[in-house]
């Protein structure tokens, strides 16, 4: 559908700045609005036109695009970091704004962000609370540590870090004076919740895994090498939609794992891989992909219950990637840059087959081995 007029929203907690351009015309609309959505809506309404709204990703998320197209309002979210920079524009104000996002929406050059369903973005709040605990939980243990590498406490027994055994012993030690002892109890009732605390949203993200909805995509990226049931989830809820990447190859670029490149002329330089998109989702991948550099063996035990020609698939892709690691090493790659080559390989075949399992289309997979 063709739309002649086009709205550029500037949002903030309490305003929002719109700017209305009609490119047939050159009509031009401005209106100012508080928190309350309805008389933005009563505003746009007046358009007597086709029009469509935009405005920049940020802290309000998708929740005023689902107003907007609950009132039958096609809305879209402009992607910030896709949209460019004039160098020379020293002048910000939210009117401009609006008015620039206005004009780019009516020139298509703006990049648009995908908006996941309301269910995937609360199971993606879901995941991203449980980053958030492990990560505490990780400084913590931290500081524990430290602490006793500052007051020069061992512990000299050969047991992992963290086993009951260790916690016993750091619960007994004696600390010079009571200001540390005070410390250290905080820290060790502090991991302690942490710990109950991660335990207890594992247990909620395995709940999810098993949904319907969730399960055959989960299992059949479980037959990759280095993804198990957390991971799995993760990809799923952070990305939602896997057949956006046509070509597959196009997960890769998406998560910044290609190299970043400056070339002018007879000059190409190319450095460090771009680390742009999820960063979850990235870290999780180049995590997984640590499995392979370190297997022994090509192939993974398969998961009951996946379709065969997803296992298969699964099964060439662990050899390949396998047989790919092989190589980096004889070729005396870091295995920093052998991890992120394999990364980069390992999305690949995450967005084929969760791509085929979403779609449905298992044929495809033939075309990508």
Same mark, same amino acid.
């Given at each position: 559908?063709?739309?002649?007029?086009?709205?550029?929203?500037?949002?903030?907690?309490?305003?929002?700045?719109?700017?209305?351009?009609?490119?047939?015309?050159?009509?031009?609309?401005?209106?100012?609005?508080?928190?309350?959505?309805?008389?933005?809506?009563?505003?746009?309404?007046?358009?007597?036109?086709?029009?469509?709204?935009?405005?920049?990703?940020?802290?309000?998320?998708?929740?005023?695009?689902?107003?907007?197209?609950?009132?039958?309002?096609?809305?879209?979210?402009?992607?910030?970091?896709?949209?460019?920079?004039?160098?020379?524009?020293?002048?910000?104000?939210?009117?401009?704004?609006?008015?620039?996002?206005?004009?780019?929406?009516?020139?298509?050059?703006?990049?648009?962000?995908?908006?996941?369903?309301?269910?995937?973005?609360?199971?993606?709040?879901?995941?991203?609370?449980?980053?958030?605990?492990?990560?505490?939980?990780?400084?913590?243990?931290?500081?524990?540590?430290?602490?006793?590498?500052?007051?020069?406490?061992?512990?000299?027994?050969?047991?992992?870090?963290?086993?009951?055994?260790?916690?016993?012993?750091?619960?007994?030690?004696?600390?010079?004076?009571?200001?540390?002892?005070?410390?250290?109890?905080?820290?060790?009732?502090?991991?302690?919740?942490?710990?109950?605390?991660?335990? $207890?949203? /594992?247990? @909620?993200?395995?709940?999810?895994?098993?949904?319907?909805?969730?399960?055959?995509? =989960? #299992?059949? !990226?479980?037959?990759?090498?280095?993804?198990?049931?957390?991971?799995?989830?993760?990809?799923?809820?952070?990305?939602?939609?896997?057949?956006?990447?046509?070509?597959?190859?196009?997960?890769?670029?998406?998560?910044?794992?290609?190299?970043?490149?400056?070339?002018?002329?007879?000059?190409?330089?190319?450095?460090?891989?771009?680390?742009?998109?999820?960063?979850?989702?990235?870290?999780?991948?180049?995590?997984?992909?640590?499995?392979?550099?370190?297997?022994?063996?090509?192939?993974?035990?398969?998961?009951?219950?996946?379709?065969?020609?997803?296992?298969?698939?699964?099964?060439?892709?662990?050899?390949?990637?396998?047989?790919?690691?092989?190589?980096?090493?004889?070729?005396?790659?870091?295995?920093?840059?052998?991890?992120?080559?394999?990364? $980069?390989? /390992?999305? @690949?075949?995450?967005?084929?087959?969760?791509?085929?399992?979403?779609?449905?289309? =298992? #044929?495809? !997979?033939?075309?990508?081995?």
């Amino acid at each position: 559908m063709n739309y002649p007029i086009s709205v550029g929203l500037d949002v903030h907690k309490r305003s929002i700045a719109a700017y209305s351009y009609n490119i047939l015309t050159d009509e031009k609309r401005v209106g100012t609005f508080g928190s309350d959505i309805a008389p933005l809506i009563a505003w746009l309404e007046e358009s007597k036109a086709p029009y469509r709204v935009v405005y920049e990703s940020g802290h309000s998320g998708f929740s005023l695009k689902r107003t907007l197209e609950a009132a039958h309002i096609t809305c879209e979210i402009a992607a910030t970091s896709k949209m460019a920079k004039v160098k020379g524009d020293r002048i910000k104000t939210d009117a401009r704004n609006a008015e620039d996002l206005a004009r780019l929406l009516a020139a298509g050059k703006l990049s648009f962000v995908y908006m996941p369903p309301i269910d995937f973005e609360g199971m993606r709040d879901v995941n991203r609370a449980y980053v958030a605990v492990r990560d505490a939980l990780a400084a913590e243990k931290q500081r524990i540590s430290k602490m006793c590498d500052r007051y020069g406490i061992l512990f000299e027994k050969d047991v992992k870090p963290w086993t009951p055994e260790h916690l016993t012993w750091l619960n007994g030690i004696s600390l010079p004076s009571k200001g540390a002892s005070i410390a250290m109890t905080h820290y060790l009732d502090e991991r302690e919740r942490l710990s109950d605390e991660k335990t $207890r949203i /594992l247990g @909620l993200i395995k709940g999810f895994c098993v949904e319907d909805e969730l399960k055959p995509t =989960i #299992d059949a !990226l479980r037959c990759l090498r280095g993804i198990a049931e957390y991971t799995a989830f993760c990809l799923l809820v952070e990305i939602v939609d896997f057949t956006r990447f046509d070509p597959p190859s196009a997960f890769g670029s998406f998560l910044g794992m290609v190299p970043s490149e400056y070339s002018s002329g007879e000059t190409r330089a190319q450095g460090k891989i771009t680390k742009t998109g999820n960063t979850l989702v990235r870290k999780a991948i180049v995590e997984s992909a640590w499995s392979s550099y370190r297997a022994k063996r090509a192939y993974k035990r398969p998961v009951d219950g996946v379709v065969p020609e997803l296992a298969r698939a699964a099964n060439k892709a662990n050899k390949r990637l396998f047989d790919k690691v092989q190589g980096l090493k004889a070729a005396k790659k870091k295995p920093c840059v052998g991890v992120v080559a394999t990364a $980069r390989e /390992l999305a @690949l075949w995450v967005a084929v087959i969760a791509g085929a399992c979403q779609t449905g289309c =298992i #044929d495809r !997979l033939e075309e990508c081995l």
